[in-house]
Nanobody, 120 residues
Framework: QVQLVESGGGLVQAGGSLGLSCAPS????????MSWYRQAPGKQRELVAG???????NYADSVKGRFTISRGNAKNTVYLQMNSLKPEDTGVYYC??????????????WGKGTQVTVFS
């Protein structure tokens, strides 16, 4: 069974940077799309950034210019570099991956999340 494992979360002061990583364990599918989501306390989960196997990316407006999503050489790994962090970036960050094409939340594989806390 495929499991996605996130790492790199933590506590950072506003204006600082963090990098998140996500890699699969278990069966080695080739993921067509990988994304990062986040969920802040009391709020719904939202898409932060996504990337296809071809390298096309998309970002939430709130993170454009500050966050960068990328894929590793192994293609099944995904990273999220977060710069100029703000307290509103606080939340649990989840990695998601889709084997079949553009990411569809209902069929994607999900990680268990990593906490990011930004304090002012």
């Amino acid at each position: 069974q495929v499991q996605l494992v996130e790492s790199g979360g933590g506590l950072v002061q506003a204006g600082g940077s963090l990098g998140l990583s996500c890699a699969p364990s278990g069966s080695m599918f080739t993921f067509k799309a990988m994304s990062w989501y986040r969920q802040a306390p009391g709020k719904q989960r939202e898409l932060v950034a996504g990337i296809t196997s071809g390298g096309s990316t998309n970002y939430a407006d709130s993170v454009k210019g500050r966050f960068t999503i990328s894929r590793g050489n192994a293609k099944n790994t995904v990273y999220l570099q977060m710069n100029s962090l703000k307290p509103e970036d606080t939340g649990v960050y989840y990695c998601a991956a889709d084997v079949f094409g553009p990411l569809v939340e209902g069929r994607a594989y999900w990680g268990k999340g990593t906490q990011v806390t930004v304090f002012s």
